[in-house]
């Protein structure tokens, strides 16, 4: 019996940890997709805030941490709102009353995730590197083009 329940939840860990969302059909604009993974903005910016490894390290470790609790979060609002035979996403306002307080349930606790990450995470910064970090996010919210790196083997911007 023991063998049956470790192979079942063995199996359940590899689907999810293969588990890959479909895109979006248009995709998140970028200022919103900082604002909803805002451990790794930094992180794609650790040159630019010139960030220590310690820090980085830090960082990297807590990013897995906001996965690891929102990936249950995000799987419980996608079986919600799957449709069977569907690719897309059926529109909110067609979902039923309870479908769609529990989607806007887990919705708002992974919200709460992001920005308690976002809370630890600035926090490790020094007090130049967060003001940095604020205008390069708000870089981003205002001017989308910004979301973007620098130039392919060109030196970072300040």
Not at 6 to 19: F, K, P
Not at 113 to 133: F, G, P, S
């Amino acid at each position: 019996m023991t063998t049956r329940v470790s192979v079942t939840v063995l199996a359940a860990l590899m689907a999810a940890a293969c588990y890959v969302p479909a895109p979006a059909p248009r995709g998140p604009a970028p200022g919103m997709l900082a604002e909803q993974e805002p451990v790794s903005f930094l992180l794609e910016r650790a040159q630019r805030l010139q960030l220590a490894d310690s820090v980085i390290q830090q960082l990297a470790r807590l990013n897995l941490r906001l996965y690891g609790r929102n990936r249950p979060l995000q799987v419980g609002i996608d079986t919600l709102i799957a449709r069977p035979g569907e690719r897309s996403r059926p529109d909110p306002e067609h979902m039923p009353p309870e479908t769609r307080a529990r989607v806007d349930s887990l919705t708002a606790q992974i919200r709460a995730n992001h920005t308690a990450a976002k809370d630890t995470a600035w926090a490790m910064l020094t007090e130049v590197q967060r003001t940095r970090a604020d205008s390069m996010l708000t870089a981003v919210l205002h001017h989308p083009e910004e979301m973007r790196g620098p130039p392919s083997g060109g030196q970072p911007r300040p």
